[in-house]
């Protein structure tokens, strides 16, 4: 009976997200569509963005300090929403976890592996995404024969943030960065940061529509839904109060327009923490 | 006699010297160019690098961790090498200082306000720095009847750290970012962000050459030659072994390949220190 009700509360505790910034909201959005009655707390590291152009060693000890967070938050599994963070760090912090970590490169990589049709597989992310590879190790486990070209994009992230997103400019970055990939004949393109899907429209265009995009948010709600089953951490409660709650290391009020843009519902409050305490 | 030794000790104590990033490698550039006797000892944030779109309350917490470090290596005075840093965290550390500091934004705000012929200047930079207004503020503390335009420009420090520097992308975001500024009327542009030196030639290019661009860089270093010189701690003793000493927050391996392009000497070594322990 005891046991149950243990159970129960951790059935029903809230799921971790992390990110460097506002960018893992894209991935929010797709868990809040996929499991929306699950509750979830985030952090945005917002004092200490971007992480795509920091050093392994830092985005591991980052990662450390905001999982170190989320588990004063009681998480039940902890996303890693930010691919830099998930190529670097996650089997470092999962070493350390007595509960369920995923990140977005892995369920990324294994759907693009299964969509291409003629084996080349185009990449594109932050500096530190590409430099680690990781993509091209997860698709190469499953295909060793298939061919994956990794593009560092350096300025897609400011470019969003700036929100020229449908713009002659980024169009032309996007030309520029895209060319090595359309001239090697690649049929599948993964998103590799959280920030593309907001130019999903642009990279799209130049890449026409013979090129597949894939988002790995889609994919990572997806493993997450399977992954909270499995593990028997479906939510199977009452609607709690506060079903989301946001937090961030810097002032949230840009967050918090941010936020309010990307997910289908309004964001009541977000707090600030100093993250380098943890 | 002791007085004296422990005067000619702080005489030829280094510079501190600290920015975000590398941008502030300009302002050493500088420094070396006007004051080559001076030892130096710099610190690049390299694991929090942008402060430009970061709050006042963060920016003054990392000011203050930054300059706790600079006071173990016994600097004798520090100049804040960052437009942003110094538009919102100077006075609020000054009060607790008990060696000399300077900014950036004071010199370059004075000497624009000598070299303008119409009253009408024009300021480029990060969010931070524009937001904060303290360029206008200090042009109108001397000429109250004087315009200042202010204009955030977030893609040039992208734009530089991808090296676009005389680019067909880079001059059409600045025709964007600059329209305003030319609409305005001005003819006096500060260049009030460490990093946009380097793109100096598209900014006069879409300016045009009645507008004359001002390069707080060279004012601060000025500035700093003079301040010493009152206060006694000009530098009077034989070269040190380890001149100029370099520490970071991220690991030190691009830091040193910008520092080697923009510095006349070669960078020998740079350390990389947690400055979220100060």
Same mark, same amino acid.
């Given at each position: 009976?005891?046991?149950?009700?243990?159970?129960?509360?951790?059935?029903?505790?809230?799921?971790?997200?992390?990110?460097?910034?506002?960018?893992?909201?894209?991935?929010?959005?797709?868990?809040?569509?996929?499991?929306?009655?699950?509750?979830?707390?985030?952090?945005?590291?917002?004092?200490?963005?971007?992480?795509?152009?920091?050093?392994?060693?830092?985005?591991?000890?980052?990662?450390? !300090?905001?999982?170190?967070?989320?588990? =004063? !938050?009681?998480?039940?599994?902890?996303?890693?929403?930010?691919?830099?963070?998930? #190529?670097?760090?996650?089997?470092?912090?999962?070493?350390?976890?007595?509960?369920?970590?995923?990140? @977005?490169?892995?369920?990324?990589?294994?759907? &693009?592996?299964?969509?291409?049709?003629?084996?080349?597989?185009?990449?594109?992310?932050?500096?530190? =995404?590409?430099?680690?590879?990781?993509?091209?190790?997860?698709?190469?486990?499953?295909?060793?024969?298939? !061919?994956?070209?990794?593009?560092?994009? *350096?300025?897609?992230?400011?470019?969003?943030?700036?929100?020229?997103?449908?713009?002659? @400019?980024?169009?032309?970055? #996007?030309?520029?960065? /895209?060319?090595?990939?359309?001239?090697?004949?690649?049929?599948?393109?993964?998103?590799?940061?959280?920030?593309? *899907? /907001?130019?999903?429209?642009?990279?799209?265009? @130049?890449?026409?529509?013979?090129?597949?995009? @894939?988002?790995?948010?889609?994919?990572? &709600?997806?493993?997450?839904? &399977?992954? /909270?089953?499995?593990?028997?951490?479906?939510? #199977?409660?009452?609607?709690?109060?506060?079903?989301?709650?946001?937090?961030?290391?810097?002032?949230?009020?840009?967050?918090?327009?941010?936020?309010?843009?990307?997910?289908?519902?309004?964001?009541? !409050?977000?707090?600030?923490?100093?993250?380098?305490?943890?």
């Amino acid at each position: 009976m005891e046991e149950s009700r243990q159970q129960s509360e951790k059935r029903n505790a809230p799921i971790g997200v992390f990110d460097s910034g506002v960018g893992g909201l894209t991935v929010v959005r797709e868990i809040m569509r996929q499991i929306p009655e699950e509750p979830i707390v985030y952090f945005g590291d917002t004092a200490r963005v971007p992480y795509g152009s920091k050093s392994r060693a830092t985005i591991i000890r980052y990662s450390e !300090q905001i999982i170190r967070f989320l588990k =004063t !938050q009681q998480v039940k599994a902890i996303v890693i929403a930010c691919n830099t963070a998930s #190529a670097y760090a996650l089997d470092e912090v999962r070493r350390q976890l007595d509960i369920p970590i995923i990140g @977005v490169v892995r369920p990324g990589a294994k759907v &693009a592996a299964q969509v291409t049709k003629n084996g080349r597989i185009g990449v594109i992310g932050t500096e530190g =995404t590409i430099h680690s590879q990781l993509y091209t190790k997860v698709i190469r486990e499953e295909k060793p024969e298939y !061919q994956v070209i990794g593009k560092a994009c *350096p300025l897609f992230v400011p470019l969003v943030e700036e929100q020229w997103l449908k713009d002659q @400019v980024t169009e032309e970055v #996007a030309r520029r960065y /895209l060319k090595e990939l359309q001239d090697s004949g690649i049929d599948t393109l993964i998103l590799g940061c959280t920030h593309y *899907p /907001l130019l999903r429209s642009t990279v799209g265009k @130049v890449m026409g529509e013979n090129v597949t995009l @894939v988002n790995p948010a889609y994919e990572t &709600a997806l493993e997450l839904k &399977a992954l /909270l089953k499995k593990e028997n951490l479906s939510f #199977a409660g009452e609607e709690p109060e506060e079903k989301y709650r946001f937090f961030v290391s810097d002032d949230p009020t840009k967050f918090q327009e941010f936020a309010d843009r990307i997910l289908p519902c309004q964001v009541r !409050q977000t707090k600030q923490i100093r993250i380098d305490e943890y």
